[in-house]
């Protein structure tokens, strides 16, 4: 099993950031990769920002430019660095980890065994 914790949603106004974080525990299985996916009420959850463990990094096109994602050295937390954030950017942001098979995009919902539980983000214009 993998726990994941993420951290660090909250309010912003347009044009702010914000850092989400998330922390993996209890894991028996080599994380491969982690990677940040969000759902709005009114649309279905899609994936942000990804990371494996050769640090090739995949980010949805609205994103391209304004988020990063990293993960710290010893690979079991991961970063989203969101700039320029934007009212569309309001989301439950859920964070992903170890993928279930090789894949060219990093983005795909069914890739990922474990999920966290969400941390919101919400920015006002």
């Known amino acids: 099993q993998v726990q994941l914790v993420e951290s660090g949603g909250g309010s912003v106004q347009s044009g702010g950031s914000l850092r989400l974080s998330c922390t993996a525990s209890?894991?028996?299985?080599?994380?491969?990769?982690m990677g940040w996916f969000r759902q709005t009420p009114r649309k279905a959850r899609g994936g942000v920002a990804a990371?494996?463990?050769?640090?090739?990094?995949d980010y949805s096109d609205s994103v391209k430019g304004r988020f990063t994602v990293s993960q710290d050295n010893g690979k079991t937390t991961l970063y989203l660095q969101m700039n320029s954030l934007e009212p569309d950017d309001t989301a439950m942001y859920y964070c992903?980890?170890?993928?279930?098979?090789?894949?060219?995009?990093?983005?795909?919902?069914?890739?990922?065994?474990?999920w966290g539980q969400g941390t919101q983000v919400t920015v006002s214009s």
């Open positions: 992903a980890a170890v993928c279930e098979r090789p894949s060219r995009s990093l983005l795909l919902q069914d890739l990922y065994k474990f």
């Open positions: 990371i494996n463990v050769d640090g090739r990094t």
């Open positions: 209890g894991f028996t299985y080599r994380i491969n990769c």
